[in-house]
């Protein structure tokens, strides 16, 4: 019987301990295969079954019990070597691991559990908001500026800040010249309290002319005390008419300046939605138009919260400002009236009147023993 060629035969190659074979190519081959498989796993316990290194059928490497070997094999997971991974593919052989050791499993599709939202993507999210919705309305600004956009105009109530921002310049300015009065009456005060106290001095020293300079000293500190009064109710005045201005009229001011910034998003997203619905209509723009009629939708209703927000905040306001007002006014008369003519009983019931009270020189300054 004539022997068959070993590329179409199938041979068994025992490998033995010692691991040596007379042909090198096969013993580099062995030698790479013994590096990838686990030191629990000897080439004594293996042994390889080839359909021919040289032909196009696939070979098989069998790692078990030996015949003739005792040991039983180790459930050990078989770490790849390079160079006999490569000789493996480039031949097309298969590695074959007992059942009770641990798999590799191939690769496939891959789930991703649902995982938790990153706090840095969040951020950049709102970045990304925010960078869009500042561009918008700038571009909306400038469109104003040139005269290209348009805008959406309350005429009434744009009449209305209008005034209360002219009002609240004019009433600044009246707050300042009466702190400038105010300035001026304690320094003209406390010269007639200097004043006084020479002429009751010198009214002393000279016998003379006692009574002369007595009489100019109760009458200089007559008016310093009438200037005290006067001067507690310009004080009055100036705080309430501050009040009015740097707090409640500011606080109107800023609620306008919100209006306004939403009266600017709303023509932004308004201006966009109409250049969309200008454009074609097909599967790729019905979904930003569909998009953008949501966001319109959301600034339009923040629009008109911040318009009915103004229009009730300038109702109380100008109530709260005509009471006010209407107040210190009289307040104002009636004491500037009643120092000049001289009328001390008429200056203090004005101050009665207004529930003022005045601050005795000396009075905030802490005791010796509160310092201590």
Known sequence: ????????????IPVTSNGQLEDSHEHNFNRDLKRSLPAGLGLSETKITSHGFDGTKEGVVEAGPYPGSSASPKSSVIS???????????????????????TQQKSGPVVLADEVKNPAMEKLELVRKWSLNTYKCTRQIISEKLGRGSRTVDLELEAQIDILRDNKKKYENILKLAQTLSTQLFQMVHTQRQLGDAFADLSLKSLELHEEFGYNADTQKLLAKN????????????ASVNTLVNKTIEDTLLTVKQYESARIEYDAYRTDLEELNLGPRDANTLPKIEQSQQLFQVHKEKYDKMRNDVSIKLKFLEENKVKVLHNQ?????????????????QLEQTLKQFHIKLKTPGADAPSWLEEQ
């Open 329 to 345: 006014l009289v307040l104002f008369h009636n004491a500037i009236a009643a120092y000049f003519a001289g009328n001390q009983k």
């Open 227 to 238: 200037g005290e009064t006067l001067l507690g109710a310009i004080n009055f005045f100036i």
């Open 1 to 12: 019987m004539a022997e068959e060629s070993p590329k179409n035969s199938a041979a068994e």
């Open 80 to 102: 790849p070597s390079n160079a006999a991974a490569s000789r493996l593919a480039g031949q097309g052989c298969d590695l074959i691991i007992p059942t009770g050791s641990r």
